[in-house]
């Protein structure tokens, strides 16, 4: 099973051996455990591969049921990786589960004859698709919709019901002809006709188009500052009744029916392309079936399945087995292998980063795979290359990693052609001609960004970064030719006049691209540094690397045990973030010299000077990040958690556990309204 060109040498290692031999490899397995699942399900990244994912945490599970003294305090991480998301304000009423997998027929007959073992009787289960989007939990109170609430770590999680009333989710109904409270949960999907009408919406308003539906979602129900809706549904797998599990029924099945006839969209009246609803029930002689039901119409479903859910129907067998610390003894996953198909390999290019970042793409002869037609695939890195023996003219297996990422997984051998020739890697930059560096498994220019200085100065100016209107990469480039900027600082010294002669631009649309850059002097400092690219300190990691060391002057002196000791840096990080400051510098000085990102600086004596303040609920006219950005511009360390460290928590509308643990510390709380007074 080949990983993503993400995973790093030691974690590759374990999976190939299938087992982890030190301390060390499961440190670093379980690190990567912890930045894939976040980058899953906080993100539009995807690090890794279900399977190989799967795979990884088995083997984590495997080592901290062998050796106990190597888990970390907080517990094992085997068990909270399986959820992978991120907690939220909002409390769950009963804890939404993750589910364990099983992978092949063996271990699937090893849950059945579990499950009725343990039951002492036949169990009859149902078979569902394994829906690939967020799972939600949708509130009804008094037959009205009052709360749209996300799984979040499983206890709690984000309310997002403003995106609902902008987006309109099909499936979910204002109003229920039923009383009393209820929560119906299930998953928000984008099928592919709601994935392409949301591209077309994003590229419309101008908008880079999303990478693949599961994370399209995911980012949709957090946005809060979009003009703009995009298309959803949510189809229900379970309900929450107040007084029980329905007014009639004891059974699974039962109560999807019973949910649907409210007119919410539940597996009960989902059909697949087969002409019956998704949902099917089965004594454990008959669940294989269905499991393969589903996998041979996956390509025909519209929309994304990685697997197939398995539960007991019966609510008594339910009560019976009980639930596990992160599942329920009596539901299982079937996870399905990702959809691999041959086609041939016409040739590799590499493509150079921004940060000069070296990417082998392979050339496909079109084949399609999950319902996607692949013309390109990475091919991860040169060493991978060289490990699978791929080569130009090779039958090649392809699949979409994660159902996302078109890689090739191997050659086939026996349909070789005789005159195909092991790949050769670039003994040189192709972009720039400059020397290598081949310190790590992933390759870089040794000019940086210089090398790439369109794709360099766009990112510098793109909307999470320096954010300057109208400067986009054709503008960029035409910048460039012209001889009118070299790098970023020379951006600053633009006059309207001059652009305004280049073809295309007038008197206004250079005025006002002039303005756009004078503008972004005010930008916070961390976002201009994650603007200059420096290799691993982006958006996120730049605001608290700012955040401690405060100004262009500690950004410029720090050495490496200085960036170490910053939140999320670490050793290895803290090396390449280090080369990478050297070779800003020059940048980095004129831009201070400019008063670029001066103005945004930590306020040393500033109202929340000394105060550790945590931001919960909606800040009105901020982002989460903006928020955070606003307590580190008045003095304060915004920080994501609450402790009996934290001097203040700033507790806006949709605040649950955190003000709720604020509260029982006696910690300070304020209102928005007073944070924004001091803005």
């Known amino acids: ?227 703009y809706s995009v298309p959803m549904t949510f189809i229900g797998y379970d309900v929450v009744w107040d007084g029980g ?30 002409g019956k609803p998704a949902i099917q029930v089965a ?115 392809v699949r979409r990693a994660g159902e996302v990422i078109p890689e090739i997984v191997g050659a086939d051998p026996t349909q070789r052609p005789e005159d195909a020739a092991p790949y050769e890697p670039p003994s040189h930059c192709p972009r720039c001609g400059a020397e290598l560096d081949r310190s790590q498994v992933v390759w870089f220019c040794t000019q940086g960004r210089s090398c790439g200085k369109a794709e360099a100065i766009s990112y510098y100016a793109s909307r999470n970064c320096a954010d300057i209107d109208g400067l986009g990469f054709k503008a960029v480039l035409a910048l460039l030719n012209a001889g009118l900027i070299a790098d970023v600082p020379d951006l600053y010294g633009l006059r309207a006049a001059d652009v305004a002669r280049l073809e295309g631009w007038g008197e206004v649309s250079a005025r006002n691209l002039v303005d756009a850059i004078a503008a972004s002097k005010n930008q916070p400092l961390w976002r201009i540094v994650a603007g200059l690219g420096v290799r691993d300190l982006g958006g996120t990691l730049a605001r608290r690397v700012m955040a401690e060391l405060g100004s262009w002057d500690g950004l410029l002196s720090a050495d490496i045990p200085r960036l170490a000791q910053c939140e999320g840096v670490g050793d290895k990080k803290a090396e390449n973030i280090a080369k990478g400051i050297a070779e800003i510098r020059p940048v980095a000085k004129r831009l201070a010299e400019l008063g670029v990102g001066v103005a945004e600086n930590r306020t040393e004596g500033g109202p929340l000077s000394g105060k550790t303040v945590c931001i919960t609920g909606t800040i009105p006219g901020y982002t989460r990040t903006e928020a955070q950005a606003l307590v580190e511009r008045l003095g304060g360390k915004a920080t994501s958690s609450v402790s009996k460290n934290t001097d203040l928590v700033v507790a806006g509308e949709g605040a649950g556990s955190k003000l709720a643990k604020a509260q029982s510390l006696g910690v300070e709380v304020w209102e928005p309204a007073r944070l924004l007074e001091l803005a």
């Not at 029924?249 to 409210?262: I, K, P, R, T, Y």
């Open 245 to 274: 599990r329905g007014p009639s029924g004891q059974c699974h099945a039962d109560n999807m029916a019973q949910v649907a006839e409210l007119g919410i969209n539940t597996t009960a009246v989902l059909t697949l392309p087969d």
């Open 1 to 227: 099973m080949s990983a993503s060109a993400n995973v790093p040498p030691t974690v590759q290692a374990v999976l190939e051996l299938g087992r982890v031999d030190d301390n060390h490899d499961y440190r670093e397995a379980v690190a990567f455990l912890r930045r894939a699942a976040e980058a899953y399900y906080t993100t539009s990244d995807v690090l890794i591969d279900d399977a190989t994912y799967d795979q990884l945490a088995r083997i984590v599970a495997d080592v901290e049921a062998a050796r106990p003294e190597w888990v970390a305090a907080d517990g094992p991480v085997s068990s909270q990786v399986a959820a992978g998301a991120v907690g939220g304000d909002v409390p769950h009423v009963v804890p939404m589960l993750s589910l364990d997998n099983v992978f092949g027929e063996d271990e699937l007959q090893a849950f059945i004859d579990r499950v009725e073992k343990e039951a002492g009787r036949v169990v009859r289960f149902c078979v569902e698709p394994k829906l690939d989007g967020v799972a939600l939990a949708v509130r009804y109170r008094d037959g009205h919709l009052v709360q749209l609430v996300t799984r979040g770590d499983g206890r709690a999680g984000e309310d997002v019901t403003a995106a609902y009333r902008r987006d309109r989710v099909a499936g979910i109904p204002e109003k229920v002809a039923r009383g009393g409270e209820f929560e119906v949960r299930g998953e928000v999907i984008m099928t592919e006709a709601d994935f392409a009408q949301a591209n077309r919406q994003r590229q419309a308003h101008g908008e880079n188009p999303f990478a693949n539906p599961r994370n399209a979602v995911a980012g949709s129900l957090r946005t809060k500052d979009r003009s």
């Open 283 to 397: 004594d454990g002689k008959g669940v294989a079936d269905l499991v393969e039901r589903i996998n041979r119409l996956r390509p025909d479903l519209g929309f994304q399945v990685d697997g197939a859910v398995i539960k007991a129907d019966d609510f008594t067998v339910r009560d019976e087995l009980g639930l596990g610390t992160k599942s329920p003894k009596w539901a299982t996953a079937y996870k399905y292998p990702a959809d691999m198909r041959l086609t041939r390999l016409v040739g590799i290019d590499v493509q150079v980063g921004r940060t000069g970042r070296l990417t082998p793409v392979a050339r496909l002869e079109p084949v399609e795979v999950g319902g996607v037609v692949v013309e390109n695939a990475t091919l991860n890195n040169f060493a991978d290359i060289v490990r699978k023996d791929v080569r130009v003219g090779d039958t090649v297996w």
